[in-house]
């Protein structure tokens, strides 16, 4: 599938070209992976330079950690955070997504900058619906649920269709949402497999491509599958992430850009999307 998603100032996010890779800024203490070490906003800057030179196409920005057991943090402390980086991440002029489930936060990213919304609780505040609708704004909609007894993506296909009915009852242009299966969230690391090994059954639904994500770097599933260490999964999040590629995803979301983006390259040009993949390589390729 090919789309262009509009955003503020004339930026674009393009879907079905080369895979798009979103660069993680965890602003935050306690993330999993680098809680506290992008926590000042001269680090944080810093650091997404250095993403975007790796080949980052969207920065994430989280201002609360999503891991399993976080303390969760209030919708003023939360927008502080936000409202002491955000203008800094700013300036480099790329896509910003906010990885946040509130809409308050949302609304206030949105108003001040930033692109589109990253929903861990996949629209399940439904005031959600109505800042992304105001705001006209890309949202990923994430499957974070526990999962039945039945099948695990006729499961993720049931919470996309309702997400959809949701958009379409508040008058949401549902064009304008990417689904991600939420691969390690309320999740057993045999679902996840599952899931990843199905990935091109969740690109239709009801006979319709859409745009597809996926967020798999370092998590723990991996740990309790291979037995590395959290310092230790950079690979096998690359190697997921070719193969999700393999899949039809259009998106990946990680932490070491670096590796992940030539990963990615590389395996753009093996289905064929040349074009989209060469901008990574130089010229001499």
């Not at 489930?101 to 919304?117: N, R």
């Not at 999964?233 to 030539?262: F, M, P, Q, W």
Request: proline share 4%; charged share 30%; glycine share 8%.
């Amino acid at each position: 599938m090919k789309k262009i998603f509009n955003l503020n100032a004339g930026r674009q996010i393009k879907i079905g070209g080369k895979t798009l890779v979103v660069g993680i800024l965890n602003f935050t203490p306690d993330s999993f992976s680098d809680g506290g070490k992008y926590y000042s906003v001269d680090a944080a800057t810093a650091h997404v330079a250095q993403l975007i030179e790796y080949g980052a196409d969207i920065i994430d920005l989280g201002a609360e950690s999503t891991r399993p057991g976080a303390t969760p943090v209030s919708v003023d402390e939360e927008i502080s955070r936000l409202r002491k980086v955000l203008p800094a991440v700013r300036i480099f002029g790329v896509p910003i997504s906010i990885d946040t489930y509130k809409p308050e936060v949302a609304e206030y990213t949105l108003e001040v900058g930033a692109d589109m919304i990253n929903d861990v609780h996949g629209l399940e505040d439904s005031r959600m619906i109505d800042v992304v609708k105001k705001y006209n704004a890309p949202i990923i909609a994430m499957h974070s649920e526990k999962c039945s007894e039945g099948d695990i993506i006729e499961d993720i296909r049931k919470f996309f269709r309702r997400t959809l009915d949701h958009c379409i009852a508040k008058d949401f242009d549902t064009s304008k949402i990417i689904f991600d299966p939420g691969i390690g969230f309320s999740k057993t690391p045999a679902e996840d497999l599952e899931i990843m090994r199905r990935l091109d059954e969740l690109k239709t639904l009801d006979g319709k491509e859409i745009p597809l994500t996926i967020g798999v770097s370092r998590k723990s599933f991996i740990g309790r599958i291979t037995g590395l260490k959290l310092d230790q999964r950079d690979e096998a999040t690359g190697a997921l992430c070719v193969y999700a590629i393999s899949k039809g995803v259009d998106i990946v979301r990680v932490h070491n850009v670096k590796l992940v983006s030539r990963m990615c390259s590389m395996t753009d040009i093996l289905y064929q999307k040349q074009f989209w993949a060469r901008r990574r390589f130089p010229k001499s390729f």
